[in-house]
């Protein structure tokens, strides 16, 4: 596909950095030449300094033939104006704007974004994305990465396995023979730094990383099986008064069970629109690094820490100095990929990346096939695909043994009739069915390939 990004932000980059990786003809557009001389030393892109919604620009970038528009700068208004023209002016058939303001977002709003008004086919919103993965680590405490597919009938879970865990030593295939009704996969392991997909005589062990699909009724039961507690988060502090910071508040606020969350933000003016904006949520003025202001929250009785400001630094020195303090959980916004490790080796129990939540809600809409959902892991590392099994792809009407999946992707959930079901080899997918499978980044192509339909489907 010929794509054209506009903004060379951490946000561009990254969405340029993944789609140039996968052979798209990406060009970038941004008016700071700085960025634009970086992204096109580092990556393999063509680069366009200006202002991405000059028509002029757009033009020069190859709107006349672009397949799609992806509007990523740091200004709403000049996403949006982007989109118009590359609409009006060129004809371009899929435009994608990041908006920030969560005005833009309100429901009763939504007609603004028609193809009459502003003509925008998919919004990304990083702070939206962000809220609602801090809100799914709150829930589920002991995992390090939540992911829900199914429209949340299942999860995927990263967990850290430890002695604790009951299938130590024991090989993947004999996991149904052992829990017959507990419908789990282990979708990838970890080891060594190392991430893979499993095979069926391939073992678990302690210290190993692992990632799960399964049935979100049979959480209880999983986290039983591999040694992890459900507990539940009753106090809540959360550093980072901004928009991500504010929604998160917002959204505990609204939890069927009472949960206490402080905030503690630094900007005098942005603490006041918060306490204005909470009905029950406390917020503290002040600096989180601060023992005295931490010892106010009484961080030492908190459930979950969750570190929300717009700098990396500050967010892994302030989810330390709380655990330090007595804080049972940090839960850590990571922007820079390279800080990911750092936060690995200083003790942090889990990490947010917005730039790779949006980079996977923007993938689904380049695959081919009708592909739902996808999610990164890592660094690019592998990825989830959520997906419809169409008439005339590869999968219909086939067992899964007789599918030619590649040595580094694994089916590793099915849903039927809105049902969820563990994958077998001898199972024949059906036209309708929805997917999930686990790739390794080499292999996803060939998965891209399995998920199309044939010609003769059009």
């Not at 010929?2 to 557009?29: F, M, P, Y």
């Not at 990556?43 to 990523?72: K, W």
């Not at 590359?86 to 058939?93: Q, R, Y």
């Amino acid at each position: 596909m010929k794509i054209i990004v506009c903004g060379a932000g951490q946000v561009g980059w990254q969405i340029a950095r993944h789609l140039s990786g996968e052979r798209n003809d990406v060009t970038i557009v941004d008016n700071n030449p700085v960025l634009v001389r970086r992204a096109t030393d580092t990556l393999d892109v063509q680069g366009v300094t200006g202002f991405a919604s000059y028509p002029a620009i757009l033009e020069q970038a190859g709107a006349r033939d672009a397949d799609m528009v992806i509007a990523a700068t740091y200004s709403d208004e000049v996403n949006m104006v982007t989109c118009q023209v590359a609409h009006s002016v060129f004809g371009v058939t899929k435009k994608i704007a990041r908006l920030r303001a969560q005005t833009y977002l309100d429901p009763r709003y939504s007609d603004l974004f028609r193809r009459e008004h502003l003509p925008i086919d998919v919004i990304i919103s990083p702070e939206r994305e962000v809220s609602l993965a801090a809100m799914k680590r709150v829930a589920y405490p002991s995992a390090f990465e939540v992911h829900e597919f199914f429209g949340g009938r299942a999860l995927l879970l990263g967990l850290v396995l430890d002695d604790k865990c009951a299938v130590l030593n024991t090989p993947l295939r004999q996991l149904s023979e052992l829990f017959p009704t507990l419908r789990v996969m282990v979708a990838g392991v970890r080891r060594s730094e190392r991430l893979f997909a499993p095979e069926p005589e391939d073992q678990l062990f302690a210290g190993d990383a692992v990632y799960l699909l399964l049935d979100a009724a049979d959480v209880a039961r999983v986290f039983e099986v591999f040694g992890k507690q459900a507990a539940k988060q009753e106090r809540v502090l959360i550093i980072g008064g901004g928009n991500v910071g504010l929604s998160v508040a917002t959204m505990l606020e609204g939890q069927p069970e009472r949960v206490r969350v402080k905030v503690i933000e630094r900007d005098r003016g942005r603490a006041e629109l918060a306490a204005d904006a909470l009905e029950r949520s406390i917020v503290l003025h002040g600096d989180a690094m601060d023992a005295d202001l931490l010892a106010e929250a009484r961080i030492s009785k908190t459930d979950a820490v969750l570190v929300l400001t717009d700098d990396d630094k500050t967010n892994l020195l302030a989810a330390v100095r709380a655990k330090t303090l007595g804080a049972k959980m940090a839960i850590s916004l990571v922007n820079d990929p390279g800080m990911v490790g750092l936060a690995d080796a200083m003790g942090v129990d889990a990490y947010i990346n917005p730039r790779a939540l949006t980079v996977s809600s923007i993938l689904r809409h380049i695959r081919h096939g009708r592909v739902r959902s996808v999610y990164l892991l890592g660094d690019r590392e592998a990825e989830v695909i959520e997906a419809q099994v169409l008439g005339t792809s590869q999968l219909a009407n086939r067992a899964v043994r007789d599918i030619a999946f590649p040595e580094g992707a694994l089916l590793i959930g099915v849903q039927r009739k809105g049902v969820f079901m563990k994958p077998s080899s001898g199972m024949v997918l059906l036209e309708g069915d929805l997917i999930v499978v686990f790739a390794l980044t080499e292999d996803v192509p060939k998965v891209d390939e399995l998920l199309q339909v044939a010609v003769e489907f059009f």
